[in-house]
């Protein structure tokens, strides 16, 4: 007997003929004598619709009764699973996030889970019970409702896999699994068997939107299996795990386009201790992460300074940069064209030389210009003019040999 956590995010649960659906696969696994605890998302769109109606209601809602409206969505699928189990005649209970022991902090819409203690649950599934836990929710420690942010279901199926000791948290969404890069760019794109914690937080940091960033990280930390796979098919997804010996092997695992950041350029400014903390003091306090960042010297004693922001917070982010130039000399701001960050990721870059030449020489052969480029132990990130980007992540796909690899 194993004891399995299984999520389904919005698609699976759009409307009661797919949890319907749902509800054979929960009920497969039970009658297969599994212990089976289920996290649900909203139906798909209906958180969006929730934040439009809060919206109506007011220009800018409260944050704490935005949580009370935003985990409707989830206790309303939680529900309806339950009630289509009973009326198949299953043991089966409903549990919002409080009830399944998940307490947070206070950040609305964006709480951390503090500590999860999923006592109840337990006791449940050992009197015979099918648990159903509505996602994306929790209390602080008060009691107030809080959510984990968008796609947060993720999360509360791991926590409460790690929780549980569970030998699997399987993700059912609406793709097969984790692709070698996006199949609607590339089509030669290969489903990825096996993934580590490490490679996968890679990707979802890059915009591969299969998993919550939390949900990886709380994975890797509580070392929770996760399989990632379609609740459209029987077939076995993508496993994301520790590492292991034979993963280094793979040089270069995926490759990620992120198209969502903006570069903002200081001309000229003056080369002397202090200014590059001028600039990003007041970035920093307004809560704008910044992601790369490339410091030109040249003789003469000023140097051009660029940086890369999300699209989101470019615009805050460069009335304060224009500020901040005037103040500290600089001769001029600008914004360039559109840019993508193209990135390879693989558990071999540790111990294997030649990736970064590989994927430099392989954008040189397409005439692709790279504009900036960082890296850490397992990625390498290139940003190129947008335009380019489908042709540089086809480029790469094949110059690492992932379109082969079976
Ligand atoms: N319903 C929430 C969202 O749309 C959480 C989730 O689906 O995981 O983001
Ligand atoms: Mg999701």
């Given at each position: 007997m194993a004891l399995r956590v299984q999520k389904y995010g919005g698609t699976s649960v759009a409307n009661i003929e797919r949890i319907n659906c749902v509800a054979d696969r929960v009920q497969k696994a039970f009658d297969e004598k599994d212990q089976v605890v289920v996290v649900l998302s909203a139906m798909s769109g209906v958180t969006d619709s929730l934040i439009a109606l809060a919206k109506q209601a007011a220009e800018r809602p409260d944050r704490r009764e935005l949580d009370v409206l935003l985990a409707t969505g989830e206790q309303t699928t939680a529900a309806l699973l339950a009630i289509i189990l009973k009326s198949r005649g299953y043991k089966a209970k409903s549990f919002l996030g409080f009830q399944a022991g998940i307490k947070t902090d206070k950040t609305s819409g964006k709480a951390r889970i503090l500590d999860i203690n999923c006592k109840n649950i337990q006791t449940s599934l050992d009197e015979g019970y099918i648990c159903v836990v509505a996602g994306f929710q929790g209390a602080d420690e008060d009691g107030a409702i809080t959510t984990l942010g968008r796609g947060g279901s993720d999360t509360s199926a791991v926590a409460i896999a790690s929780s549980l000791k569970a030998d699997v948290c399987e993700i059912f969404t609406d793709v097969d699994g984790v692709y070698t890069t996006d199949p609607r760019i590339c089509s030669s794109a290969r489903k990825i068997k096996k993934i580590s914690y490490e490679e996968m937080l890679e990707m979802a940091i890059l915009?591969?939107?299969?998993?919550?960033i939390r949900s990886v990280e709380f994975a890797k930390k509580y070392n929770v299996p996760v399989h990632v796979r379609s609740s459209f098919n029987e077939e076995e997804g993508t496993m994301v795990v520790n590492e292991s010996a034979d993963m280094e092997s793979v040089i270069v695992s995926g490759i990620t386009c992120d198209m969502n950041e903006a570069r903002i350029t200081l001309k000229r400014v003056p080369d002397q201790p202090g200014i590059s903390a001028k600039i990003f003091s007041p970035l920093a306090k307004a809560e704008i992460s910044v992601d790369m960042i490339i410091q030109n010297t040249r003789t003469g004693g000023d140097t051009d300074l660029t940086f890369t922001v999300t699209k989101d917070d470019f615009d805050r982010a460069l009335e304060i940069t224009e500020k901040v130039a005037k103040e500290v000399g600089a001769e001029e701001v600008i914004t360039a064209e559109e840019i993508a960050k193209v990135s390879v990721i693989g558990l071999g870059m540790k111990s294997h030389s030649g990736v970064a030449a590989t994927m430099f020489e392989a954008l040189a052969s397409e005439n692709i210009n790279i504009r900036m480029i960082s890296t850490s132990e397992i990625r390498i990130s290139c940003v190129i003019l947008a335009k380019y980007a489908e042709l540089a992540v086809r480029t790469l796909h094949s110059a690492f040999g992932l379109d082969q690899i079976k």
């Open positions: 915009g591969a939107k299969v998993l919550q």
